[in-house]
Structure formats: C-alpha cells, structure tokens
C-alpha cells in the first residue's frame, strides 16, 4: 500500500489543479469534483480514503456532501476546508463524523502531517479487520472442500507442486479459498513442520509493511525501543504467504525482488544482511498484467513471482459443490452455535444452485451462519438464507445470472439504505468488490 | 523518429540571488546527477510573474504551464529559479512546484536563508538539493520518506541540510526506469 486514495472536491479550479497536482507529488492518487453533486457521484463508483472537502460550494454544500458520504461509508475520513468565516459550520462538520476541518490557506506542513495520522488509523482499522477475517477463516475454513473437476485438478496442482520450492502465485477472486491453497501447499510440501507465516500487504501503510517484513533494529526509528523481527526471518525455514500483493507500494516491490533474487535482507536501520530460508506463495485478486500495463507493478517482480502459477476458480463455476459445502457448514454452524439444525430443505437447496455467489465460498459460509442462526426448525428453509427471494421459489425463469446479481445487489443496498459497508458485509464480499460491481453494472443510489 | 528534446534547460527568472559561480555550480550538479546535457537559458522575465497583489508571492502552477510553452524543442525538461517566494491556492507557501513527469518545475529560493545566516556552502548544497528534487519530480518521482534521499519532501531547512543529494536505492531504480521509458520513447 503506498499513498491514500484522494478526493479533492472544491468549486474552484485552481484549488482543484494546484491542491491535486502537490498531493500527486507526495504520493497520492488524487482525484478532483467541481461540486457536491460530482463528488457524491465519484463516491458512489469509487472508494476513497479521503475527501478533502470545501465547505462552501454552489449547490450542494460541503456539509451536505459530508452526511450523504458518511451515511454510505463510515470509514471515509473527511476533511473540512473552511475560511475564517465559515468556522461555525465546520464545527458542526466535525460533530457529523468530519475527521478534522483545515482554516485556509493553510501550511503544506499542517497537511501533510495530518494525511499521515488519517493514513496511519485507517491501516490500524484495517489490520484489526484482517486479524478478525482471519481469526473466523481459522475456524470456518480448517480444509477445502470439493468434489468437483475444477476443484480437484487444483487439489492435483497442489499435489505436484508442494514438493518444489518454487514461488507460487495464487490468482483468483476474494473469497475462493487463496489463503487455504496456500496453507495446503505448505502442509504438504517438506516445509510443513516450519511456519506459516501470513501477511496481508494490503493491510499495512508502506512503512509499517516494511518493518512487519523486514523487522528492524533497535533505534531505526523512534519507536524502536527493542529490536523486532520481521516476517521473513519468521518465516525461517517455513512458508511466507504474501497475500494481496497487487497492493504493495514501488518500493516494496523493489525490495521484494531483492528478496525473492537471493533471499537475503536487512532489517530496518540495520546493516548486517540476513540470509532466510523460506518459501513465497503470494496472492491476488488483481489483474497484475493489467497492472504491469498500468504502470503500478513492476514486470521484472511479476515474472519472479508468476514461476508456478494457478486460479482459484470462483464459486460458479463448481457449483456442483454446493450442496457438499452446505453439509459441511451446517454441521458446522449447528455445532457452533448449539443449535439442533440437521437438514437442508431441497427448496433451500435450489436456492443455493440458482444464486451466483459474488462472494464465493465466504459468502456462502456467511450465508449458511445466518441460516442456521435465523432458522426456526431443524430444517433450513429458502427464507433463511439472505438471498431468497420469493418471487424466485421456482427459480428465475429466463432470466440471466447477471441479471440475478444486479437485483440482488440493489436489493441488499437499498435494504442497507445504500450503506455499502453493510451491505458488503451481508453480501460476504469485500467494500472494493462491491464497489466495483455497482460501477459495472450502474448501480446507484437515487437521489 | 528520434525526438530531439535531450537538454535540461536551467532558467533564472530575473536575478535569482545566485550568482554567476552558483548558477555554474548547480548547472554541473544537475548534468552530473541525470547524466544529461544542460543549458542555461532564461525564458521568462521576472515582470513576467504577477504577484498576487493581497499575498504578495506567486502563483506558481500558471508559471509552469507557461514554461512548457515556451520551452526550446531540445529541451527535455526545465527548471525554473526565481528569488520571489510561491504559492498554491490554500496552502501558504511552496518551496518549489513541477509538473509530475511533466515538462517543467520551478525552484524559489526566497525561503532558503531560513535558519541562522546560512554561510555560502549551506546555502549552494540547499539550491544544489532542491534543484535535484524538482526536477527529479518531472521525471515522474514522488516524496521519499527515507530522510537523507534527495526526494525527501522536507519540512524544515534542518533537513533539507541533513538529506544528501543522492537518491535512495528505491527512487535510484525508479528513475532508471524513468529513463529507460523515455529512451524506448525516443527521448532522452
């Protein structure tokens, strides 16, 4: 992860060019809107980390914006740009979820200081997400589970290549089970008695990855009190998953190459080189060809990384391993959660073939809790599970699955009152993901 | 076709306050550091440059823009340097502003005397640095957090004084490979 996503919105050009060209420079992506209206429409097909916002526009005002942004995202930070005049207002900004509010003009000290802070809790926020996902994928996801073709070459896959040490890239979309392939190669290959260390690149701001991954020596930086191992000397002897590694900043990518060239590194601030052994499976849910044509990661790193390479299919294409999954998360779940569930209704059953599960197996897992959990008897009928719709109890006649998604996509959004974090998590599937199937298929919200 | 643009033209605005033997320093500096030729060649006047009348500094992204036009063919990138200090709307000074992978920056020297009289020394490595850094960001570098690399984004004349005038491992590759783009493109 390197700069913060940008959105600067200010009815002024100028402010617009200069303001967006000076956080471009320190290493953001910027994105500008000349109003209320453009920036509310850029936020409901983009993800933002933060908003700059003016508090004085023609149409809709910077407050408006601020509420109707807050209201969809909550983790959005908001900064107020305010005049002398205006501070009332952005006072009251700060008691409808404003992050902070800036007086103009303003020192580019002052702003860059405070871009730091918002990007430093935001990668706090996410860390303790990825702690808490990964918390319930231990106990949901032990093995992976299918009968299916597409399924068991990848089991084949496995087999082949776990003895190897090459480097492994897990392609595929969030929530097919990347994580799991890549436990399953390390339990079988002749690593499986050393760690399995994981590390979510994109949980971390570029500096805190470094030193999760590096470690550091004592005194490299204030907060260094005692020297700390990084991730790769962890993973000594044992397997390092790097997951999502689409998001890793130009630098660590630099760094990585080092790395995977010939396993040796420095700690931050330390300058005896360590030499590791381990093995890297890393994964993506990014197109890193497209990404290479974009320009934000690097070929020569692809082509280290890209040596075994192999998809997680997405749930619908083996959707023969519904109702095998559906036993499993049942039992499961019943067990969890105390309750005497022990049938699956074939109604229910149908339910689960005709859906397309955005969200693959995750959603799925999700799906099941819920059903078990709202269920009244010891069977799970359609109406316990989130995406039974009564209108489709004999299945949705002629209708495409793309079709099928988008109005169960703006149906849980408007459920949700347009709050895309909640309905990302009904849906099982990430806010990104979300956000990129409401831009595909134009889904907004009314005004 | 071979694009001609190859020079990195060096353009005093007026009398930027540096002296003949500065001005030669920085142009030596600057061919060492990119490996490219330079040229000293001023392209705007000073008058040329409308102060805001209530801020009294200058705006500097329009100067910019008219730098790119007014750049020779055979220039690849260009650096401006004016003595009068600069602004963007909403932020109350800048040190300096360039176009990311763009044509032109420009460098103001108005706030390097910061600090207890700085002796000449101080002062030719603060120009020599900023200099790099600008121009540097037209070669599509962004801000380093690596303190003694030149793409440091300082807040403070003290570390601009304690960064080198090199560039970290990481924005050295990135600028290799900068170059390496722009050679493929037939420039430099």
């Known amino acids: 992860m390197s700069g913060a996503k940008i959105l600067v919105v200010d009815d002024e050009l100028i402010v617009r060019k200069s303001l967006g060209g000076w956080l471009e420079r320190d290493g953001h992506k910027v994105d500008t809107a000349s109003s209320g209206e453009e920036a509310l429409e850029k936020c409901g097909n983009t993800r933002y980390d933060i908003l700059l916002l003016d508090i004085k526009m023609e149409g809709l005002s910077g407050l408006d914006v601020l509420k109707k942004v807050k209201e969809n995202d909550p983790d959005v930070s908001v900064v107020m740009i305010t005049a002398y005049g205006s501070i009332p207002s952005a006072i009251e900004a700060m008691k409808s979820g404003a992050y902070e509010y800036l007086l103009k003009p303003f020192d580019p000290d002052e702003l860059m200081v405070l871009i730091e802070k918002i990007m430093h809790h935001q990668a706090e926020r996410r860390e303790t997400q990825f702690l808490r996902e990964q918390y319930k994928e231990r106990t949901r996801f032990e093995s992976m589970i299918g009968q299916s073709r597409a399924l068991q070459s990848v089991f084949d896959l496995i087999e082949r290549i776990a003895p190897t040490d090459s480097t492994v890239l897990i392609k595929g979309e969030t929530g097919t089970g990347k994580g799991l392939a890549a436990r399953a190669i390390h339990t079988k290959s002749r690593r499986s008695q050393g760690p399995f260390v994981v590390v979510n690149c994109g949980a971390f701001p570029e500096h805190l990855l470094e030193s999760e991954l590096f470690g550091y020596q004592k005194g490299a930086f204030t907060d260094a009190k005692t020297t700390k191992k990084g991730r790769l000397e962890l993973a000594h002897g044992g397997t390092l998953l790097l997951d999502e590694i689409g998001e890793i900043s130009m630098r660590m990518q630099i760094d990585l190459l080092r790395v995977l060239e010939d396993h040796i590194f420095y700690r931050v601030g330390g300058t005896q080189p360590i030499e590791g052994d381990f093995r890297i499976i890393a994964a993506t849910n990014r197109d890193l060809e497209r990404a290479i044509k974009e320009g934000s990661f690097r070929e020569d790193l692809y082509y280290r990384l890209n040596v075994i390479s192999f998809s997680m299919p997405p749930l619908r294409d083996h959707k023969e391993d519904i109702p095998l999954l559906a036993e499993y998360f049942l039992h499961r779940f019943a067990q969890e959660t105390n309750k005497p569930v022990d049938q699956i209704s074939r109604a229910a059953l149908d339910e689960m073939m005709l859906y397309d599960w955005p969200g693959n197996v995750r959603e799925f897992a999700n799906a099941m809790e819920r059903a078990v959990v709202v269920g009244q008897g010891r069977k799970i009928l359609p109406q316990d599970l989130p995406i039974f719709r009564p209108e489709y109890v004999s299945g949705p006649k002629g209708r495409t699955l793309r079709e099928v998604e988008i109005e169960h996509l703006g149906s849980i959004l408007k459920e949700t009152g347009w709050n895309v974090s909640r309905s990302a998590d009904i849906l099982g599937i990430d806010r990104s993901t979300l956000y990129d199937k409401m831009k595909r298929y134009a889904l907004r919200k009314p005004v | ?188």
């Open chain 2, 1 to 188: 076709m071979i694009s001609k643009a190859h020079t990195l033209v060096i353009s005093p605005i007026g009398d930027p306050g540096l002296g003949g033997e500065l001005l030669e320093n920085l142009e030596q500096e600057i061919r060492k550091f990119f490996g490219l030729e330079t040229d000293l060649r001023p392209l705007i006047e000073e008058q040329d440059l409308w102060p805001d009348p209530i801020r009294r500094q200058v705006h500097s992204t329009p100067v910019l823009e008219t730098l790119s036009i007014l750049s020779p063919p055979e220039a690849l990138k260009v650096l401006a340097i004016t003595k009068l200090d600069l602004f963007i709307p909403i932020l109350t000074h800048v040190y300096g502003e360039a176009q990311l992978g763009g044509k032109a920056c420009i460098l103001s020297t108005y706030r390097f005397t910061d600090g207890l009289f700085p002796g000449k020394e101080t002062f030719r490595c603060r120009i020599v640095k900023e200099a790099l850094h600008e121009l540097s960001h037209t070669f599509n570098l962004r801000h380093c957090r690596d303190p003694f690399c030149v793409m440091h984004y300082c807040r403070s004349m003290m570390e601009v004084d304690r960064k080198s005038n090199q560039l970290c491992r990481y924005c050295a590759v990135l600028l290799e490979d900068e170059m390496k783009r722009l050679a493929k493109a037939g420039t430099p």
